[in-house]
């Protein structure tokens, strides 16, 4: 394919995610109806469609319209490219700008700093009553790709080890200040899951700000370890291969850990699946990795942003506190209770954790942190707390 023939396809699926079809399913329905377009095709296809989700507003400002198209032609002028040489109408590219597109462009200067956080008005309002002086290069954070972290297995070998194998695939790595087991990849990061380092166990893919939350954790070297909220088991294994405790793993979903007892094997790292947390007497360490907003990774889920409405924030927030809640009648005597979101608002995290301590005095907060985009990672969100 053509630039230009990526481009409309891109507008194309723009359209339908438009229409309220998830951004994932249109991708992989589009795939599955174009199979002439090959991988690179696909990969760039993908990076037009999550740039444009994830800087909604602005593209369709400077591209005259909340359409496909309008977020295309936006996209093009926010990279300072020349517009006309995309929209030529030539083979398969879009057409050209009619004289009424022209009209409605805007230039990058002229958009306020609110214009440029790509959120819903009550979103940026919120984000702002957060992180006051923060908030605007969080926002900006937010409006960019993800980078791909990579979590050394200790288990298995070390930093520099890992960075070694990595080039055998022409992959390269850079260590990451955020954690000590954390390396960003800056070249190939698409070869990482046909990797060596990733197939036999030595590296995890998991965000680095993911790594530092489980690096603020108190881990007892025995007893026992709960994953309470443990979805897909990052942090389970990410926890095993730094403590000889016992580590276990429970989830509301159970398939979200269907290939947990694999990957924990293969990273030698064994994990005992639960689905009965009462089925094994209290737990040194209870950690609540609960669902949350996502807000904190909204580059990555950029959907997320424009789904959540002020009432499903409100849900998150009653769902959180019965976690936190059932989570603390797991815990021994003298152990921890630590309570996680991959969320930037207040609301999810300290405001959440201190109602709890208002309602439960036998408990108090050791310490906590926010973690934001701007410090590298994903923003995230972590409390210990011990009973008085």
């Not at 369709?60 to 040489?85: Q, W």
């Not at 992959?171 to 990482?192: D, F, G, Y």
């Not at 310490?367 to 008085?388: C, K, M, N, S, W």
Request: glycine share 6%; with cysteine.
């Amino acid at each position: 394919m053509t630039p230009a023939a990526r481009i409309q396809s891109s507008i194309e699926l723009l359209d339908t995610i438009l229409s309220g079809v998830p951004t994932e399913q249109a991708l992989t329905r589009w795939a599955r109806s174009n199979r002439f377009a090959g991988s690179k095709d696909r990969a760039a296809i993908r990076d037009h469609v999550f740039s444009a989700i994830r800087c909604r507003n602005s593209f369709a400002l400077l591209g005259g319209e909340h359409t496909g198209r309008g977020l295309m032609i936006g996209a093009i002028i926010s990279a300072k490219e020349n517009v006309d040489e995309a929209f030529n109408g030539i083979g398969y590219g879009p057409a050209a700008l009619s004289e009424d597109e022209r009209g409605a462009l805007r230039t990058l200067e002229s958009l306020s700093d609110d214009e440029r956080t790509d959120m819903p008005d009550w979103i940026w309002t919120k984000l702002q009553e957060d992180l006051g002086d923060e908030a605007i290069q969080a926002a900006e954070y937010l409006r960019h790709r993800a980078p791909v972290f990579l979590r050394v297995n200790l288990r298995k070998c070390d930093v520099e080890t890992a960075i070694t194998l990595l080039k055998e695939d022409e992959i390269e790595a850079e260590i990451h200040e955020l954690s000590a087991t954390a390396l960003q990849v800056v070249k190939n990061p698409r070869r990482v899951a046909q990797s060596r380092a990733y197939k036999d166990g030595y590296v995890e893919l998991q965000d680095v700000a993911s790594q530092a939350v489980c690096d603020f954790l108190s881990l007892p070297n025995s007893g026992k370890i709960l994953d309470f909220c443990a979805g897909g088991g990052g942090k389970s294994l990410a926890i095993a291969a730094k403590s000889d405790a016992n580590i276990f793993a429970h989830d509301a979903n159970i398939l979200r850990m269907k290939d947990l007892p694999e990957r924990g094997a293969k990273a030698s790292t064994p994990i005992k699946i639960l689905e009965n947390i009462f089925i094994e007497e209290r737990f040194d360490l209870v950690l609540c990795d609960v669902p949350c907003s996502g807000s904190g990774s909204w580059r990555r889920s950029p959907d997320g942003k424009w789904n959540l409405t002020e009432t499903s924030l409100d849900d998150l927030n009653e769902t959180q506190a019965n976690i936190l809640e059932e989570a603390s009648s797991l815990v021994l005597d003298g152990g921890e209770l630590a309570y996680a979101t991959c969320s930037v608002f207040h609301c999810e995290n300290r405001a959440l954790v201190d109602a709890f301590v208002v309602n439960n005095s036998e408990w108090r907060v050791i310490e906590d942190h926010q973690f934001l985009p701007q410090d590298g990672g994903d923003g995230f969100y972590i409390a210990r707390l011990t009973r008085v």
